[in-house]
């Protein structure tokens, strides 16, 4: 099934990739898979056009369903835009996605990007200016005539997640930290790019043992900085034990938040304020 689908993935950027479709409308419809890119395609198109999401802020990407509706809403859109990064959500409806938007133009994200290990690649603010400005090039091959527009309207984006980008990363210099505690391998990215380690409570899907919670308290306990970031409101059931076995500083943190430059911009003031 993975082979067909990236048969068909491939086909259809190959298709894409040299079409220019003229709007009907004077407004572009952009259909994103989650909350964070649909808030970039709204950033670039501003007035020219408008954009949703498959999944809100407050759903789950492992165990969402789909809704009739969903599929309408993608057949008569315009652009439906993939991060392509083997989401489980998007893996599981991908087939069925393709098939209701035969007529729109298909854009995956992730070009590029080494998502085998992580597929929250717009969980770090330098892949999220990569990923705009993917979005911005679409939007403007598709509606040429407005593509000053849009790449003012990227350029002011971009300007945003710089400065989030320089905040966070003098945060960490400035805090010294060297290892973040997450409940799970959502910010590799982040990892990444400011050089500091990432400790997981659990894996994706999977229940922390008694032993992977202690383990884990263990680590934090000789830890000067114990941050511990919750993306999940359901982990904050644990949240007791690592504050009270090792001193643990909980953030919370909404990787499907619809302003994800506002989540990293909060987690350096609660990282500079602990």
């Known amino acids: 099934m993975k082979k067909v689908l990236f048969l ?3 086909a ?3 298709v894409c990739s040299g079409c220019v479709k003229a709007p009907e409308t004077n407004e572009i419809r952009v259909i994103a898979t989650i909350e964070p890119v649909k808030y970039i395609a709204e950033q670039i198109l501003k007035d020219k056009g408008g954009a949703s999401s498959l999944l809100s802020q407050n759903q789950d990407v492992h165990s969402f369903e789909l809704k009739p509706l969903s599929m309408k809403n993608v057949a008569n859109a315009d652009i439906i ?4 990064s083997n989401l489980e959500f998007e893996e599981k409806n991908m087939e069925a996605l393709i098939e209701n938007a035969r007529n729109t133009v298909v854009l995956f994200l992730s070009d590029g990007i080494d998502s085998v290990f992580d597929p929250h690649i717009w969980v770090s603010l330098k892949n999220l200016k990569i990923l705009a400005g993917r979005i911005c090039e679409c939007i403007s091959h598709y509606d040429e005539e407005n593509r000053d527009y849009y ?3 990227l350029a002011v984006y971009s300007a945003k997640i710089d400065s989030a980008d320089k905040i966070l990363s003098e945060t960490l210099l400035k805090r010294g930290i060297k290892r973040i505690f997450t409940d799970h391998t959502a910010f ?4 990444i790019d400011y050089s500091v380690e990432q400790t997981a409570i659990f894996e994706e899907s999977k229940e922390p043992s008694l032993r992977d919670i202690s383990a884990t308290a263990d680590l934090m306990k000789n830890d000067p900085d114990k941050i511990l970031i ?3 409101p359901s982990s ?3 949240t007791d034990i690592f504050q009270r076995e090792a001193g643990a500083k909980v953030i919370m943190f909404n990787p499907l938040s619809l302003d994800i430059v506002g989540e990293f911009l909060n987690l350096a003031v609660s990282i500079n304020n602990e």
């Open 188 to 191: 590799s990215y982040l990892a």
């Open 151 to 153: 790449e003012n309207n």
């Open 236 to 238: 904050k059931r644990f």
């Open 12 to 14: 259809l950027i190959i």
């Open 230 to 232: 919750l993306t999940n």
């Open 81 to 84: 835009i993939f991060l392509g």
């Open 8 to 10: 068909i993935a491939v």
